[in-house]
């Protein structure tokens, strides 16, 4: 068994953000195909077949998450020691790898396979699904900030995560409940705790979410004069227009552009705003530029 062709995949990282160069499978001559396992896959296990030029190679030509290289790899003394016994069985680390039976799918005639690509689709796909049900690796992905008790506006905020759990297809009550918690910021973990000895988990997400804009309603004024009154001071000017239309948003969602345009420019010094045609401003993105 002079050679054997191995695939070579990128996939993600325990992290779900970055990436890591993966050995999935080997085939033999015979076309018989062995599946790495998946806590084994990462190359950097594989020490002597990263010191190959074919590996440099591969790393070259693999860019995206999910694409896939098959080559062959002539079996020197040192990989044949690492990837095959004394009897011919493929192996890798402490084990036998084992062989993936091609299956026949059914269809009108019965007789089309299962391409290898597909089945390490499934393969992967599989993975994803699993880690889709960890709450924590799925938190990570929404694009929302945590929660303070400092927050403007919590109608909008629980609007906003109700979108992001949507996205995700996080539709239980119960899931909804336990996911809030990772938003929960200092303060806001001790309502978290108390809400779950007075409602349990087992609550309808409605009873939750009037609870929580209940309990984090702002009835004073200090936040909105703090909001509209906010000028620029020193520093970059588009970071000032970007902090304000920020603080006015959480104020208020509903605020119309051309109004969140000037209430923007209002802070903004004398000296700049001669220099902008207001008729010319029809959104922020314009004000931002000047």
Avoid at 80 to 101: A, K, P, T
Avoid at 155 to 164: L, N, T, Y
Avoid at 224 to 250: P, Q, R
Wanted: net charge neutral; proline share 1%; with cysteine.
């Amino acid at each position: 068994m002079d050679q054997l062709r191995f695939e070579f995949a990128v996939l993600p990282a325990s992290d779900g953000k970055s990436n890591v160069y993966c050995a999935t499978s080997i085939t033999t001559r015979d076309e018989k195909v062995f599946a790495i396992p998946e806590e084994l896959q990462s190359a950097s296990l594989h020490k002597e077949l990263i010191k190959t030029a074919a590996y440099n190679k591969i790393k070259n030509s693999l860019k995206k998450r999910h694409q896939t290289r098959k080559i062959w790899i002539t079996m020197t003394n040192e990989l044949s020691n690492v990837y095959i016994d004394e009897d011919g069985n493929l192996q890798f680390g402490d084990q036998y790898l084992e062989e993936i039976e091609q299956k026949q799918a059914s269809g009108n005639l019965g007789k089309n396979t299962d391409s290898l690509e597909k089945l390490f689709t499934k393969f992967i796909e599989s993975s994803q699904g699993l880690k889709k049900q960890n709450l924590k690796y799925i938190a990570e992905k929404f694009i929302i900030e945590r929660f303070t008790s400092k927050n403007t506006n919590p109608s909008q905020w629980i609007d906003v995560f109700e979108k992001e759990c949507l996205r995700f297809d996080i539709t239980e009550d119960e899931k909804k409940i336990e996911i809030l918690r990772l938003f929960m910021d200092k303060s806001c973990a001790d309502w978290y705790s108390s809400m779950i000895i007075k409602l349990t988990l087992n609550s309808e997400w409605s009873i939750w979410k009037n609870k929580f804009c209940e309990s984090f309603a702002n009835q004073g004024w200090n936040q909105v004069t703090y909001a509209l009154l906010f000028k620029y001071k020193d520093g970059s000017l588009v970071d000032y227009a970007i902090k304000k239309e920020k603080l006015l948003l959480d104020m208020r969602t509903s605020i119309d552009t051309g109004t969140l345009v000037d209430l923007i420019a209002a802070g903004l010094p004398g000296f700049v705003l001669e220099k902008i045609n207001r008729q010319s401003m029809e959104d922020t993105v314009d004000l931002f530029m000047k």
